[in-house]
């Protein structure tokens, strides 16, 4: 078995720097996929002018953003500047998306530091052109935890809308089995139970997500060298229940590409950015690495091999850029 990983590489600044040269990007620029229209800029996402001009014209009906949280992979702020920061972005998203439009945000809690950003992001919203339309909490299973206190495994998701978007229900289904019998009703003079009158023989994901498995080294989706990577199924079900076929998705916080990936595969078009020229060369890879051979990421591999096979990153040198393909770039700014 192929067992090659990469090391977190927000904690590693050695290897971030020998890979560096072995990305497409750079601050500011942007790539455009011939295929299929996706974009991915290295851009601040609090920068409105240069998100504007790499969306160009794109009006995405939904936004899914994972900012980091003020608690792990961030130089910690103070609350208040945590905020401030995120209404940046938030204003940024109201400029592009459409009038009738959803906005997700994965957002953590810090138990050990009165919860926040959580609750002072909830606030700030109140004062956003968006409206709070539900709650989501997916359970995000890590490992096994402390015996003084409950176990950690919940992942906050807010769910925003302005205007009328978009809600496909269908895509709440799980593959869960209705087990559970009751809710007697009278229909049509007779009296049916729920399971008679329900859409689906499986339950509803509702607001929360039990389904969905966190991502592991083991797992086919796993991309390694990130280091806050979403489950596929999480955001496909977002993705589903808030776009259609065509529509424009955006993602600023990109990443490993997981919203990228899942708008490749259910015929969206994704506008994605990250502040990182590294994160924006491995979601380019991840949606190539899919292409070429269907697979979702790279399980004990990852997305450099090509330059630093059997991870021999000393060997790495820039003069091995030949092998990439031309990429379509303009400067944002
Ligand atoms: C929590 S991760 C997103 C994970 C993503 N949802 C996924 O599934 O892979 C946050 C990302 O935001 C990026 N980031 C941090 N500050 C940023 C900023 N000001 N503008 C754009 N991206 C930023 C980081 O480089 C990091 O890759």
Known sequence: MNNNPLPRLDE?????????PFCRLRPGECWIDEKCGHRVGCIDATDAD????????LRPVLAVHDPPYNLIAFASRSVSDYVRWCRSW?????????????????????????FQPLPDFMIMMRSSPFRPRSFITMRNQRGYGTLHNWMAIRQELLYYVRGKPVFNVDAEY????KILRGYYKTVGG??????????SDTIRAGNVWVDVQQVFYRMDENVSGCYAQKPLAAIERIVRASSNRGDAVIDLFGHSGTTLLACERL????????????YCEIMIRRLEHFRINGRLGWQNGHPFEREAPAFALDEASPADMSSLPEPSLFEIA
Request: charged share 25%; aromatic share 4%; hydrophobic share 40%.
């Open 12 to 20: 590693n600044e050695a290897i971030r720097q020998r890979l560096l």
């Open 50 to 57: 240069g998100v504007l001009l790499f969306s160009d014209g």
């Open 267 to 278: 015929r969206r078009v994704c506008v994605s950015g990250d502040i990182d020229p590294i």
């Open 190 to 199: 007779e009296l049916t139970e729920n399971l008679q009158r329900s859409r």
């Open 90 to 114: 938030v204003e940024v998203t109201a400029r592009i998306l459409s009038a009738d439009a959803s906005l997700y945000v994965w957002l953590g809690a810090d138990q050990g530091e009165g």
């Open 174 to 177: 799980t593959d869960i089995p």
